[in-house]
């Protein structure tokens, strides 16, 4: 009877590999009487979708007390043939390109869910063809067959295998950025601990492929979020005080998560211009071949400065915060330039990037200036920001004009396109 049973459910389970490779693709399959699920009864379980440098963590359990009969049963069918043991196939966008793995020891499952058999484990950088993408899980082709990664552990874009930014181009550990989607922030990204409200999404636009750079934008508008001047997160990462005035005054350890921004003259708020404006530059951006990284598209999203500075540094090239100042001089655009105190551009990670945060700035207020803006003083201002502090990217923060500015339809656009050519300068377009 023993090997009638093993018998009958070797044939059931090659019969499943003939109709679809790692999705599931049964229900009830008779086996004299039993299911292939009851003959079986293994379930496999695996501790984390993401696990530190290691193998899955995978254990069979079931069957007959005392008989091992269905450890026998698996034992004896090849991986390919466990591998069909998965959850339903998910809803997914039909896509077809290249994906790159972008976390350390990432699971490949058979189907779409924690529960489901781990096929393959991969490290970054691995390369993998996607024909299927959701907010959570992607298809991916594995060896003929189809099978699931969690979108968050897959992008697009090449991930750098170092820390910080290594010139135009170049991609941070750990990008979470999908094709044309949401992008969180990841616990477990450097620095993203410091963050407390994260629970909103960025959003991720891609050029069209004929004019596409391999570039992303970050594109931050300022302000708009709910219950962020009632939080306070640190300055810096490592505790110390800040060295520059500000909203939040010299020598303060913390500040405000998200200030609520100031009112324009006739009575407009700063966030709703500052979201104006990211739309427009997203626009220009993208026709130009730039992917966009938005991290604000509504009146409010919840995350707090440092999670868009750690989105930001984990999934662009760049990260660019669009404000307007709180004085009423009509004072022109200029930047928040990194200040030159020696103990704040010897503190990580502003040691390493402070110089390209600069070069940004300065880049900006030329394509500003090449379009007619009116530029303050110097074109800059030395700041000690929370979005400096955290950054490991070029990231500035762009002051276009203050409350008495105007803030037209025309302005804006005419903004946007001085902001473009600054992009181009600086990434050498």
Avoid at 77 to 97: M, R
Avoid at 113 to 124: I, L, P, R
Avoid at 146 to 154: D, E, K, L, P
Wanted: charged share 20%; hydrophobic share 35%; aromatic share 6%.
């Amino acid at each position: 009877m023993r090997k009638k049973r093993r018998a009958a459910a070797a044939a059931a389970v090659l019969v499943l590999l003939l109709t679809g490779g790692c999705q599931k693709k049964y229900e009830q399959i008779d086996l004299n009487g039993e299911s292939l699920q009851e003959s079986v009864q293994g379930d496999l379980q695996e501790d984390t979708d993401m696990e530190d440098g290691g193998e899955p963590a995978l254990s069979v359990s079931g069957g007959e007390e005392g008989t091992g009969q269905d450890d026998e049963l698996l034992a004896e069918t090849s991986p390919k043939e466990q591998a069909i043991v998965g959850d339903p196939a998910p809803v997914l966008k039909d896509v077809d390109e290249t994906v790159y793995v972008c976390g350390d020891s990432v699971n490949l499952r058979a189907g779409a869910g924690t529960g489901s058999q781990v096929v393959a484990v991969f490290k970054k950088g691995d390369k993998l063809r996607r024909t299927g993408y959701g907010e959570e899980w992607s298809r991916v082709e594995y060896e003929g067959m189809s099978c699931y990664i969690a979108s968050r552990y897959v992008s697009a874009a090449v991930p750098n295998p170092g820390e910080g930014s290594s010139g135009a181009g170049a991609f941070q550990t750990g990008t979470a950025a999908l094709s044309d989607g949401d992008v969180a922030l990841n616990p477990s990204w450097k620095y993203a601990e410091f963050s407390k409200i994260n629970t909103g999404t960025a959003k991720l636009y891609k050029a069209q492929e004929g004019v596409r750079k391999g570039i992303t934008v970050c594109v931050n508008a300022g302000h708009g979020t709910s219950g962020g001047s009632g939080v306070k997160t640190l300055c810096h990462p490592d505790g110390t005080p800040k060295v520059t005035g500000g909203t939040t005054g010299a020598g303060a350890t913390s500040a405000v998560a998200v200030s609520g921004g100031m009112t324009f003259s006739d009575g407009t708020a700063e966030a709703k211009v500052t979201l104006a404006m990211a739309k427009k530059l997203k626009e220009k951006l993208l026709a130009a071949g730039y992917d966009v990284l938005m991290i604000r598209e509504s009146d409010d999203v919840q995350l707090d400065n440092i999670a868009r500075t750690v989105i930001a540094n984990n999934s662009a090239d760049c990260h660019i915060a669009l404000h307007w100042d709180s004085t009423t001089s009509n004072k022109g655009a200029f930047y928040m330039s990194v200040p030159s105190a020696a103990s704040y551009r010897n503190m990580e990670p502003v040691k390493s990037v402070w110089e390209k945060h600069n070069a940004l700035g300065e880049s900006l207020i030329a394509g500003l200036k090449s379009v007619g803006v009116k530029i303050f003083s110097g074109g800059s201002m030395e700041m000690d920001l929370t979005q400096t502090s955290f950054s490991t990217i070029p990231s500035i923060d762009i002051e276009l004009g203050d409350k008495a500015s105007d803030h037209s339809d025309s302005t804006l656009d005419n903004l946007a396109a001085g902001l473009l050519a600054g992009v181009n300068q600086y990434f050498g377009q």
